[in-house]
Protein backbone atom coordinates (compact mmCIF):
# COMPACT_ATOMS: atom_id res chain seq x y z
CA UNK A 1 0.00 0.00 0.00
CA UNK A 2 1.01 3.84 -0.65
CA UNK A 3 2.97 5.20 1.98
CA UNK A 4 3.94 8.72 3.10
CA UNK A 5 6.77 9.29 5.75
CA UNK A 6 8.24 11.93 7.85
CA UNK A 7 10.57 10.75 9.99
CA UNK A 8 11.26 13.70 11.87
CA UNK A 9 8.09 14.34 14.62
CA UNK A 10 9.90 17.23 16.14
CA UNK A 11 12.49 19.57 14.44
CA UNK A 12 13.63 22.60 16.49
CA UNK A 13 16.17 25.54 14.78
CA UNK A 14 17.24 28.76 15.58
CA UNK A 15 15.87 31.79 14.28
CA UNK A 16 17.88 32.87 11.22
CA UNK A 17 18.75 29.46 10.52
CA UNK A 18 18.36 26.82 7.30
CA UNK A 19 15.68 24.37 7.21
CA UNK A 20 14.94 21.08 5.80
CA UNK A 21 12.14 18.46 7.02
CA UNK A 22 12.33 15.22 5.05
CA UNK A 23 9.41 12.85 3.29
CA UNK A 24 9.92 9.93 2.00
CA UNK A 25 7.13 8.07 0.15
CA UNK A 26 6.28 4.39 -1.23
CA UNK A 27 3.99 5.14 -4.59
CA UNK A 28 3.30 4.50 -8.19
CA UNK A 29 5.34 5.89 -10.94
CA UNK A 30 3.96 9.09 -11.12
CA UNK A 31 3.58 10.66 -8.11
CA UNK A 32 1.87 13.90 -7.41
CA UNK A 33 3.42 15.56 -4.06
CA UNK A 34 2.41 18.79 -1.88
CA UNK A 35 3.60 20.12 1.30
CA UNK A 36 0.73 21.80 3.85
CA UNK A 37 1.22 23.75 6.78
CA UNK A 38 -1.06 23.96 9.59
CA UNK A 39 -0.87 26.48 12.63
CA UNK A 40 -2.52 25.39 15.88
CA UNK A 41 -6.18 24.80 15.55
CA UNK A 42 -6.57 25.69 11.91
CA UNK A 43 -6.91 24.25 8.41
CA UNK A 44 -4.15 23.17 6.57
CA UNK A 45 -2.55 25.53 3.67
CA UNK A 46 -0.80 24.70 0.57
CA UNK A 47 2.97 25.74 0.85
CA UNK A 48 4.11 24.57 -2.56
CA UNK A 49 3.10 20.95 -5.19
CA UNK A 50 4.86 19.25 -7.73
CA UNK A 51 2.95 17.62 -10.81
CA UNK A 52 5.67 17.64 -13.23
CA UNK A 53 8.61 19.30 -14.90
CA UNK A 54 11.78 20.92 -12.87
CA UNK A 55 12.41 19.10 -9.64
CA UNK A 56 13.45 21.60 -7.85
CA UNK A 57 9.56 24.21 -7.26
CA UNK A 58 9.40 27.44 -5.18
CA UNK A 59 6.46 28.17 -2.90
CA UNK A 60 5.05 30.29 -0.29
CA UNK A 61 6.39 31.89 2.07
CA UNK A 62 10.45 31.82 1.02
CA UNK A 63 9.99 27.77 0.71
CA UNK A 64 11.07 25.18 -1.29
CA UNK A 65 10.97 21.75 -2.40
CA UNK A 66 13.07 19.44 -4.49
CA UNK A 67 11.62 16.29 -6.16
CA UNK A 68 14.28 13.52 -6.06
CA UNK A 69 12.87 9.91 -8.10
CA UNK A 70 15.78 7.85 -6.97
CA UNK A 71 15.36 8.58 -3.46
CA UNK A 72 11.65 8.71 -3.67
CA UNK A 73 11.83 12.05 -1.51
CA UNK A 74 10.46 15.66 -1.75
CA UNK A 75 12.14 17.14 1.11
CA UNK A 76 11.24 21.19 2.23
CA UNK A 77 14.04 23.88 2.73
CA UNK A 78 13.91 27.38 3.77
CA UNK A 79 17.38 28.88 4.24
CA UNK A 80 16.61 31.24 6.49
CA UNK A 81 13.75 30.34 9.47
CA UNK A 82 11.70 33.28 11.18
CA UNK A 83 9.89 33.13 14.14
CA UNK A 84 6.20 33.12 12.45
CA UNK A 85 7.51 29.64 10.80
CA UNK A 86 6.39 27.77 13.83
CA UNK A 87 3.84 25.27 12.83
CA UNK A 88 3.21 21.62 11.92
CA UNK A 89 4.16 20.55 8.11
CA UNK A 90 2.60 17.87 6.23
CA UNK A 91 3.93 16.03 2.94
CA UNK A 92 1.05 14.49 0.80
CA UNK A 93 1.18 12.30 -2.30
CA UNK A 94 -0.90 11.76 -5.07
CA UNK A 95 -1.25 9.08 -7.52
CA UNK A 96 -3.86 8.37 -10.23
CA UNK A 97 -2.83 4.73 -9.62
CA UNK A 98 -4.90 4.99 -6.35
CA UNK A 99 -8.04 6.84 -7.40
CA UNK A 100 -6.63 10.80 -6.91
CA UNK A 101 -7.02 10.41 -3.35
CA UNK A 102 -4.15 11.88 -1.37
CA UNK A 103 -2.22 10.46 1.72
CA UNK A 104 -0.88 12.52 4.41
CA UNK A 105 2.91 11.83 6.67
CA UNK A 106 2.13 12.22 10.20
CA UNK A 107 3.66 15.77 10.41
CA UNK A 108 6.49 17.54 11.31
CA UNK A 109 6.32 19.97 14.21
CA UNK A 110 8.47 22.90 13.95
CA UNK A 111 9.80 25.04 16.86
CA UNK A 112 11.88 28.18 16.29
CA UNK A 113 14.27 29.91 19.33
CA UNK A 114 14.94 32.97 19.78
CA UNK B 1 -13.88 35.60 -0.85
CA UNK B 2 -13.77 32.28 -2.14
CA UNK B 3 -13.37 29.29 0.12
CA UNK B 4 -14.58 26.90 2.23
CA UNK B 5 -16.29 27.07 6.24
CA UNK B 6 -16.85 24.53 8.69
CA UNK B 7 -19.65 25.13 11.47
CA UNK B 8 -19.18 24.24 14.41
CA UNK B 9 -15.38 25.53 15.25
CA UNK B 10 -16.31 23.23 18.87
CA UNK B 11 -19.15 20.24 19.12
CA UNK B 12 -19.47 18.06 22.24
CA UNK B 13 -21.69 15.09 21.59
CA UNK B 14 -23.52 13.17 24.46
CA UNK B 15 -23.00 9.60 24.52
CA UNK B 16 -25.65 8.07 21.83
CA UNK B 17 -26.15 11.14 19.90
CA UNK B 18 -25.52 11.70 16.15
CA UNK B 19 -24.20 15.29 15.51
CA UNK B 20 -23.57 16.72 12.15
CA UNK B 21 -20.45 18.85 10.95
CA UNK B 22 -21.59 21.50 8.43
CA UNK B 23 -19.18 21.53 5.25
CA UNK B 24 -20.03 24.60 2.63
CA UNK B 25 -17.29 25.67 -0.21
CA UNK B 26 -18.35 28.91 -3.11
CA UNK B 27 -15.54 27.96 -4.95
CA UNK B 28 -17.63 25.77 -7.43
CA UNK B 29 -15.28 22.96 -6.73
CA UNK B 30 -16.85 19.29 -7.96
CA UNK B 31 -14.93 17.04 -5.32
CA UNK B 32 -15.18 17.40 -1.60
CA UNK B 33 -13.31 15.48 1.41
CA UNK B 34 -13.85 14.48 4.71
CA UNK B 35 -10.37 13.83 6.72
CA UNK B 36 -9.99 13.19 10.94
CA UNK B 37 -6.70 14.78 12.30
CA UNK B 38 -5.54 12.80 16.03
CA UNK B 39 -2.40 13.65 17.58
CA UNK B 40 0.82 12.29 15.84
CA UNK B 41 -1.46 10.41 13.09
CA UNK B 42 -1.76 13.02 10.13
CA UNK B 43 -4.67 13.34 8.11
CA UNK B 44 -6.97 10.15 7.96
CA UNK B 45 -9.66 9.89 4.78
CA UNK B 46 -13.03 9.01 6.18
CA UNK B 47 -14.98 10.26 3.06
CA UNK B 48 -14.77 11.46 -0.58
CA UNK B 49 -17.29 12.99 -2.97
CA UNK B 50 -16.28 13.69 -6.47
CA UNK B 51 -19.60 14.54 -8.18
CA UNK B 52 -23.01 15.90 -6.38
CA UNK B 53 -25.04 12.97 -5.74
CA UNK B 54 -22.51 10.41 -5.04
CA UNK B 55 -19.59 9.73 -2.58
CA UNK B 56 -17.33 6.97 -1.62
CA UNK B 57 -15.82 5.50 1.72
CA UNK B 58 -12.31 6.75 2.80
CA UNK B 59 -10.30 4.48 5.18
CA UNK B 60 -11.92 5.27 8.53
CA UNK B 61 -15.54 5.28 7.36
CA UNK B 62 -17.01 3.14 10.32
CA UNK B 63 -19.64 5.05 12.24
CA UNK B 64 -19.90 8.04 10.08
CA UNK B 65 -22.10 8.78 7.29
CA UNK B 66 -22.39 11.76 4.81
CA UNK B 67 -24.50 13.01 1.94
CA UNK B 68 -24.06 15.50 -1.22
CA UNK B 69 -26.73 16.61 -2.67
CA UNK B 70 -25.40 19.96 -3.26
CA UNK B 71 -21.97 20.98 -5.05
CA UNK B 72 -21.21 23.32 -2.44
CA UNK B 73 -22.37 21.38 0.62
CA UNK B 74 -20.95 17.65 2.10
CA UNK B 75 -22.23 17.23 5.51
CA UNK B 76 -20.84 15.00 7.92
CA UNK B 77 -22.67 13.15 10.71
CA UNK B 78 -21.00 11.02 13.26
CA UNK B 79 -23.22 8.52 14.56
CA UNK B 80 -23.35 6.50 17.81
CA UNK B 81 -21.32 3.68 16.63
CA UNK B 82 -18.28 5.57 16.40
CA UNK B 83 -16.99 4.86 20.13
CA UNK B 84 -13.87 7.28 20.11
CA UNK B 85 -15.04 10.43 18.05
CA UNK B 86 -12.58 13.11 19.92
CA UNK B 87 -10.67 14.81 17.18
CA UNK B 88 -10.18 17.59 14.67
CA UNK B 89 -12.61 16.65 11.38
CA UNK B 90 -11.45 19.06 8.51
CA UNK B 91 -13.05 19.43 5.15
CA UNK B 92 -11.31 19.95 1.64
CA UNK B 93 -12.10 20.54 -1.95
CA UNK B 94 -10.42 19.92 -5.36
CA UNK B 95 -11.71 20.86 -8.60
CA UNK B 96 -12.19 17.50 -10.18
CA UNK B 97 -12.12 13.84 -8.37
CA UNK B 98 -10.98 12.70 -11.56
CA UNK B 99 -7.72 13.59 -11.25
CA UNK B 100 -5.08 14.27 -8.61
CA UNK B 101 -6.17 18.09 -7.92
CA UNK B 102 -4.61 20.40 -5.21
CA UNK B 103 -7.41 20.02 -1.87
CA UNK B 104 -8.17 22.92 -0.65
CA UNK B 105 -9.11 22.87 3.29
CA UNK B 106 -11.19 24.43 5.23
CA UNK B 107 -10.78 25.90 9.31
CA UNK B 108 -11.81 22.58 10.84
CA UNK B 109 -14.34 21.36 13.65
CA UNK B 110 -12.56 20.14 17.06
CA UNK B 111 -15.70 17.73 18.07
CA UNK B 112 -15.15 16.41 21.65
CA UNK B 113 -17.53 13.73 23.64
CA UNK B 114 -18.99 15.07 26.86
Known amino acids: AQSVTQPDIHITVSEGASLELRCNYSYGATPYLFWYVQSPGQGLQLLLK??????LVQGIKGFEAEFKRSQSSFNLRKPSVHWSDAAEYFCAVGDREYGNKLVFGAGTILRVKS | DGGITQSPKYLFRKEGQNVTLSCEQN?????MYWYRQDPGQGLRLIYY???????QKGDIAEGYSVSREKKESFPLTVTSAQKNPTAFYLC?????????????FGPGTRLLVL
Open chain 1, 50 to 55: YFSGDT
Open chain 2, 27 to 31: LNHDA
Open chain 2, 92 to 104: ASSMEGARVETQY
Open chain 2, 49 to 55: SQIVNDF
